[in-house]
């Protein structure tokens, strides 16, 4: 029996949600999100966000709702900008770019974006010579937590959110993981703050107790024109769209969607405190529930008989980069588990 | 409380599908379909096709598999053949020409092509003048059961796999309902038939009692090259895979996904009989659960009021075509109370 | 020695046109179109246009045109209408779906769109169920002449530009043999009608003259914003853009363009007289500089040994229709020549 | 009355190849480049480049060259590599990405690809982990000369190609100014080497004394299925085909491709030594016609007064990166003329 530390979507969902869709399985209910779970969902998120006119869609997972929001409010022409770290930039397969737009890269620093740098690129780009010749910088993909599991600061989203108004384009957080971001030890960003700053963003269920799903808010009335249709020119309209909507529901019922995700970053904090007390050493530091451990390669085929994790790439000939995550799922006595094996 | 004779995807799963889906919640399985369950759905699947080295994917839902199956098997410049009334050509809102290639279409015969229309179309094309400047036919669509409801015939299927062949083209039939097409009244084409005679099938699980999911199935080794990745770039790579391999292994366990499609054959079978009883005009002759009906327009509205279905059209200024579904979720009680409202 | 009358595109260019290349060839100038011959000839077709505030772009051919103007102005999830026998439909091999958009076909009549068959779409488009999962028609396109050499009256572009502004979506024709429409026998269209009631057109110049060359015309401010760095990304910015500027700049000198058109109609006249006292048979009655008759097989066998003609396809087992076209450079002796052959 | 030295496309044409174009201007030819000056330039580069079976194509631009190379060579889910600054990385305003590939960059030595750096890439990538959510490099794309006016050597075209080859992916070279190369101070690498080491490259017409056009050579037999039909579909298919090929078969007849070309070399020349002799700074070291200069801030503004060059951008807050170009037309009276300027 191997122990599960890859990734946070190892498990179905949590019994909470589960159970809603078995009580709710035989009422027929038309398609397309044209239900009442999802116009109760949507209500119960418009109100975590206090944003009561956003517009809330469902998708099925990251990679259609990233596809999905950016090739849809770009224009001909346009990129988007992100950290050369961001999901999108590296391992989305091209799905960005297959939309036919590109993915217009700023050096990252500890997987985030600075507003330095996307102020610097922006200015550049607007009082530079031959832009015609050049992709149009058309709107900012931010994911919080980041791909390395840091947070940017309210600070630091404050800033980019100014700087992207200043140069009228859209700020989009990938909220994949938002969850666990909301709850991580000195997390001073709210659902209220990004719903405030963003143009648009997703709130993650793939990886936040929902068997599948996201959760994609436009919160300041730039929604793209018939945004279903195109959902479904992507072929990311569910059929049954109340699946999503009766999940979210319950995740944004009595607040399950942040007491769940505590549970990730608790044995996160146990994980990483073992890590450190054992001599091992951190490629990156990170708050939230990815850790990234550089291991000798010895004891990097010694853990791999019984724990489960992912290879980041190697750091030098005898040392590699490996990525740990705990979930809304992890039990405590995997993490004791991996522990003794440390 | 309305009667749902809209579609066949009112409800949510067969009871062991979703049971299956509580019972393996918590166990710790890898990503994107590497898990066990993907594994002997696959191998089911190709039991049941008698199709040992077919390549089995599962996507989410109908346009996404079409679309990335379509895209991933033509080449630049190629487009798909497809009858004039095929879900590709009218309804999934441009996917396939988002994908950069065109639907040819091909005047249909009660929602099917003939395969003396498609050897008409092949001729006139590979005979013709200045087809550098025209799209090349690289590949036939079609739907079984039709979005008319009707069926191919062991014979007509054989012909146009023949045509196909001949002209060195992949046969792709969409098998969004095909449960019920193999049960219907009449059918004389199996499941190992349609693995025999196509290059690629789907086998449909969003209308045929699974939450979601299709069955993908290569028959002939055409695979396209690194498929999950073109998978995961169309955003149709689900991270919890398992959950379309379960519902998948349920439903090719024991029979299952053919017993269940028996009840939406049977129902429908009662609903055409009461409808023709009661002197109601049927648009076309449909021997599975999809039934076009003429409705004037004062019984329209008075139905209305208690039942749900889908609007097809005007046929006359006074008449209106519309579509009754059954599904394996059909209840006889609605299918008796929709009777005594006709 | 072949006679050519197979289109209008057998020689290379005007003499005037070719001259001023030679005369302003070693003139050093600034590259894409940012140069004097540019500013020239789009104030000199603003002014034929009498639409002073017009924006004025030349592009290199015609399917490059119609691609870049209909991507650039359709949103994401819009097709283009068509009659189902205008050039993008059929022989542009799919270079506007490879742009990611549908071509809508309206079936044609005398290879026109009638404001009625026009007007029927959209309204049952608008007024239908359903729509989101259908393309939204989001412009029109029109050739003129057409494909069949057949003119469109001011009437019929009247309505049809009343309808396009009824549903606001731009009206675009299609002018790449515009000068042989502009005087053709029985023609009331003029320019000025066209900017007036067009939201973009082109101005053909490949067929007409020129080298190679269209001259785009946006006449009411819909512009898509950066255009030009559309024109970059489509792969239709001319690095010597004074290539194009100087020849529009001359064929709209004098009326030039509109002058040698004349030629094309003069010839295709005493060609049509000569086809019809001979007892040949005309497909399809054409105005204009495009004649298509049909041939018994054992004449086209015949006239093919000295004469280059286009096929157009079978009309029965022993009867082709061909195309004849004449051009503003065809000579009166091969008109003769032809005829003595018939 | 300015001196240019902002392009090398800042002339129309060589005086003989425009004469050539008069002398065929009324010879009636077929279209889209069936025609006997396409035949014979096809089968004169063939012979330059020792490639007897190669396929040759002549295109309109260089954007467009490059967008319909890469997208009909690759596969979906396929990128083109490129060092950061490749062309089309950079400068082509995403005109590949358009075609819905990724731009995958290496960093840049000198302008170029370094054959260490392509075999990292390559090796990482195939034994990496979780490569299907990448982008497959499936081509490689460099510029000779580069963007930098810099060269490959021999040497590392070779090593270069073998890595190519070893990882099964096609080598591409865009030769928008090959004449300026091949005869470039120190140039060790010949027509005939690129064609036998590279699977397409282009030689450039538009920059070296063509009025358009370069001439796509498919070397090993790779060339795209229906190429034809796939240039019309990029809108880079040219009706009048033969214009094209009358110019290449002008520049490839007597070598006056490789012959006018030095003009730009000689006038290079003069131009760099008067630059070092006043004490200029060179930003990198180039032995083509392409020549970067770091002015400070007041002399740039004193020589735009009377000389057109390219702003590159700012090396300090008073120093600026700006490039002078020489071409077969720079005259060298206007060397002097700048030299005197400086």
């Avoid at 890859?6 to 179905?12: A, G, H, P, V």
């Avoid at 035989?26 to 999100?33: P, T």
């Avoid at 997703?202 to 009335?221: D, H, M, N, Q, S």
């Avoid at 791999?304 to 995550?325: A, C, L, M, Q, Y």
């Amino acid at each position: 029996m191997m122990l599960h530390f890859e990734n946070d979507y190892s498990e179905i969902a949590h019994p909470a949600v589960l159970q809603r869709l078995v009580e709710t399985n035989l009422v027929s209910v038309s398609g397309y999100g044209n239900d009442p779970y999802c116009e109760s969902a949507k209500e119960r998120i418009r109100t975590a966000c206090s944003c009561p006119n956003a517009d809330v869609y469902f998708l099925v997972g990251g990679t259609q709702a990233n596809a999905t929001v950016i090739s849809t409010m770009l224009r001909q022409g346009e990129g988007v900008l992100a950290a050369d770290t961001g999901h999108i930039a590296d391992h989305e397969a091209g799905a960005v770019e297959y939309t036919g737009h590109k993915v217009l890269t700023i050096p990252h620093v500890n997987g985030k974006v600075t507003p330095e740098a996307l102020q610097a690129y922006l200015r550049a780009f607007h009082t530079g010579a031959n832009t015609d010749h050049m992709v149009y910088p058309g709107m900012l993909y931010i994911s919080h937590p980041t791909e390395y599991g840091t947070l940017y600061t309210k600070q630091e989203l404050t800033e980019i959110s100014a700087i992207c108004r200043e140069h009228e384009i859209p700020l989009f957080l990938d909220g994949a993981r938002l969850g666990y971001g909301l709850v991580s030890d000195g997390a001073d960003v709210t659902l209220q703050d990004i719903a405030g700053l963003c143009d648009v963003f997703y709130i993650g269920g793939t990886k936040v107790g929902a068997l599948c799903g996201e959760a994609v808010v436009f919160t300041r009335g730039g929604t793209p024109r018939r945004f279903v249709s195109l959902m479904k020119q992507h072929g990311a309209l569910l059929a049954k769209g109340r699946v999503l909507g009766a999940q979210f529901d319950t995740l944004f019922t009595d607040d399950l969607y942040v007491q769940i995700s505590k549970n990730a970053i608790e044995t996160a904090r146990i994980l990483k405190a073992a890590f450190s007390e054992k001599g091992y050493r951190f490629y990156i530091d990170s708050p939230s529930n990815q850790m990234f451990v550089v291991l000798d390669n010895e004891t990097l085929h010694r853990l791999e008989k019984d724990v489960v994790f992912s290879v980041w790439g190697p750091e030098d000939e005898n040392h590699t980069i490996v990525r740990f995550v705990t979930a809304w799922s992890t039990r405590m006595e995997d993490v004791q588990a991996l522990i003794a094996l440390l």
